[in-house]
């Protein structure tokens, strides 16, 4: 059967299962729009290539299947460049489709020609340029493949317009063991050896720390983590990326750890005989100081990438494999050893939750919104399976720290990359790929005017997503450096407490718009919003422009320099 | 079969190198998502040679010179192991390797003794491979230290010389019994 490279690419892409593409069309991509029309793929047509990227990345992390953005060549590729940036650093299986002028013209410097594939190479996992249409399905089954298996990440597939007009004949894309990749092998089981040296040393541990991250969540070994963590009675902390991945609730857990980590998390694991990192990758942010960090730990480091261990920090027991897999035997390995209850251990961490629980004051009468409040009263009032969605700054770690994660799949945000303006998008992907749930995006104002224009997305393809924007009118984290390494000397941070009327704005974007202003307004937003289910809706809380995140360890600083609130400081 | 040049003192070769040996899919694009690795991950390279490394040009090997001051020898081969198109890393310490490299060397006859430079490349056990009425060029293929020499006396002689060298290709050096069985 003869078709089109474009009908090959819709076909395949069919083939391997997707239900959703977020896009953008353009002069490059023009022939592959067409046969979108006879497609039973979903297309959501964004207002900017960005939140194409943003949404397949929500989409991706919110579901466990690869999210896929299709843009034209030039401007359309440049614009999803920090997505596909974002999606490397986080690990989330992305597969982004680029128009690209034609074979005879690249090199030219031809209209909206861009050396995209040259771009992205080192913020993706590989990248291809189709140079003839018969590559097209065999490409577009790598692609999949190597986006979702071994570490997943963001792949790329660049395609000339004359590749997608001329003709090829069919063949179904082949299935993983057909592909010929004779350089990509993922390990996946964790050599027996080394398993057992890993029981045997938790075993032996007096304060271990089970130190979970993302890759946890990636593999979907939530259940298995719980099962391991029962068995050996050890504290668990879930970093930024694996926030539910163990549950908030469980009398284990001891919270998030790392710069705006609680005080247990992140001492626990500065005092620990033995971090057992799954899936985590001693990120700055959670180590602080690297050469100060958990000196008295040995490491047992549990990951799918070979290359992260000892990347940062040396293990004594290095297991590359998938983390369900790894924690799977590493639990049939324990039944072979004793494990203690770690009573003197338990005491200790309990006697610190007690001391320096994550603190707040709360408003006083007549005195300004605190975001914590509206955290905590959001997830009071919303259903106990929503997916909360967050941008980056303050908003995200009041969020991260004050919301009660017990399910995994339910906090989205931007990890590694830091990326402002991701809630907005990420949480329409989430809602895209979960429609049945509730998704609440957690943004600041600055964020929330980088990419709110999706929210016409939203209205536009009935994706009824919910936004809380924690408007200070500052950009709030940088505020809090310079208030309090800079000298209050604030430079460029403030924003506007008028512009822009966010009412209106979401309003003229065909959303409900809300604002409010003092604690009694709180529960009758959130009620009100979370009974409108048939287009997004918008509350504008206007919080107090003062409030910082505690705990904080300063940049640079040993994780032992925690700086807790200031009530609870010794002093006061 | 030309005689073995003569191998010369080694200190002039950086002391804390080591040899990669990549085997490589000959796809588009690969040596520079090598290249480009080395640079964003901050590792450093002395030299790099790429050549086709099977008959059907399916491969190629890469033969990479790294600093292994600038980053943990492993970390090299790991991030080096997730690029797709790798297919197979040798990793060869100095001592377990043979290694050669090639020089070529333009002299300006002004400056040169004739006799003198012959006598030089004699030495060397470098050859003359091409000449006009104002400039020879000299070839010397031998292992990096043993250029380093030549290229140190060429500099201190003819302050014009023009130099080139390829970067050090590799293989694992062979064991004693495996020379044996080849040479009974």
């Known amino acids: 059967m003869k078709i089109t490279g474009a009908q090959a690419l819709i076909k395949s892409l069919e083939a391997l299962g997707t239900e959703v593409i977020f896009g953008y069309p353009g002069g490059a991509i023009l022939p592959v729009y067409d046969p979108i029309i006879d497609s039973t793929i979903r297309h959501v047509l964004v207002r900017h290539e960005q939140g194409a990227g943003h949404m397949a990345e929500g989409y991706a992390q919110a579901t466990g299947r690869p999210g896929v953005a299709m843009v034209t060549s030039g401007p359309g590729a440049t614009n999803i460049v920090t997505p596909i940036a974002n999606a490397y650093m986080d690990s989330t299986p992305l597969v982004v489709i680029t128009g690209q002028v034609a074979t005879g013209s690249i090199g030219t410097d031809a209209f909206q020609e861009c050396d995209i594939t040259g771009i992205t190479m080192g913020i993706t996992k590989h990248n291809w340029l189709i140079k003839d249409a018969s590559e097209i399905p065999r490409v577009i089954a790598e692609a999949f493949h190597v986006a979702t298996t071994g570490r997943p990440g963001p792949v790329l597939v660049d395609v000339p317009k004359d590749v997608s007009q001329s003709e090829m004949e069919w063949y179904d894309p082949p299935m993983p063991e057909a592909l010929d990749l004779p350089g990509y092998h993922p390990q996946v089981t964790g050599n027996r050896d080394l398993i057992a040296q890993a029981a045997s040393l938790m075993a032996q541990a007096e304060q271990p720390v089970l130190y979970v991250g993302g890759g946890v969540l990636k593999a979907r070994a939530s259940e298995a983590l719980v099962q391991l963590a029962e068995a050996i009675h050890a504290p668990v902390v879930t970093t930024l990326m694996a926030r539910g991945a163990f549950p908030d609730t469980h009398p284990q857990c001891l919270g998030m750890p790392g710069m705006h980590g609680n005080y247990t998390a992140v001492t626990a694991m500065q005092k620990s005989d033995l971090l057992i990192s799954l899936g985590a990758r001693f990120d700055d942010r959670i180590t602080g100081k690297i050469d100060a960090f958990a000196p008295n730990a040995k490491i047992i480091h549990v990951d799918i990438d070979p290359a992260e261990l000892g990347k940062v920090r040396r293990p004594d027991v290095g297991i590359s494999g998938d983390c369900r897999v790894v924690i799977e035997e590493l639990i049939m390995a324990c039944q072979k050893e004793t494990f203690s209850t770690l009573e003197s251990w338990w005491t200790q961490l309990n006697e610190w939750q007690a001391r320096f629980p994550v603190h707040y004051e709360e408003s006083q009468d007549g005195g300004m919104l605190k975001p914590q409040t509206i955290i905590e009263m959001l997830a009071a009032n919303s259903p106990d399976d929503t997916i909360v969605v967050s941008g980056v700054g303050q908003h995200q770690m009041w969020a991260s720290l004050h919301w009660t994660f017990d399910y995994p799949y339910t906090w989205i945000n931007s990890g590694g990359a830091g990326t402002m303006g991701f809630a907005v998008p990420a949480a329409i992907g989430v809602k895209a790929g979960r429609p049945e749930r509730t998704v609440w995006a957690i943004d600041g104002d600055g964020c929330f005017q980088m990419t709110a224009q999706e929210l016409v997305t939203a209205r536009s393809e009935g994706i009824p997503v919910k936004v809380a924007i924690l408007n200070n009118s500052y950009l709030g984290m940088v505020r809090q450096w310079q208030e309090m390494f800079y000298e209050e000397r604030y430079s460029e941070v403030y924003l506007s407490s008028d512009l822009p009327n966010y009412v209106m704005w979401a309003e003229s974007m065909g959303c409900v718009g809300i604002r409010v202003d003092t604690p009694e307004e709180v529960l009758p937003a959130i009620e009100k919003a979370n009974s409108i289910n048939d287009r997004p809706v918008v509350i504008d809380f206007r919080i107090d422009a003062s409030e910082k995140v505690f705990p904080m360890v300063p940049s640079g600083s040993s994780n032992d320099e925690i700086v807790v609130h200031p009530s609870q400081q010794e002093g006061n | ?184």
């Not at chain 2, 950086?14 to 490589?24: E, G, Q, T």
């Not at chain 2, 003198?116 to 003359?128: C, E, F, K, P, R």
Request: charged residues 25%.
């Open chain 2, 1 to 184: 079969m030309a005689p073995e040049p003569f191998l010369g003192r080694t200190e002039y070769t950086p002391v804390r190198h080591h040899i990669l040996s990549v085997l490589v899919e000959n796809k588009a694009g690969v040596l520079s998502r090598v290249a480009g690795l080395f640079s964003r991950r901050g590792f450093n390279i002395y030299s790099l040679a790429v050549a086709p490394a099977d008959d059907h040009e399916r491969f190629s090997r890469i033969t990479i010179v790294v600093d292994a001051e600038s980053a943990p020898l492993s970390q090299v081969v790991g991030q080096l192991n997730k690029l797709i198109n790798v297919v197979e890393i040798r990793d060869l310490a100095p001592e377990e390797a043979v290694e050669r490299e090639l020089l070529l060397a333009t002299v300006h006859r002004a400056e040169a003794d004739r006799e003198v430079l012959l006598a030089q490349i004699a030495d060397a056990g470098a050859s003359m491979i091409d000449f006009s009425s104002d400039s020879v060029t000299v070839s010397l293929s031998g292992t990096p230290g043993a250029l380093d020499e030549f290229e140190r006396i060429l500099t201190e002689h003819y302050p014009s010389i023009e130099i080139q060298r390829t970067g050090r290709v590799a293989l694992p050096r062979l064991n004693f019994s495996t020379e044996a069985s080849l040479s009974s």
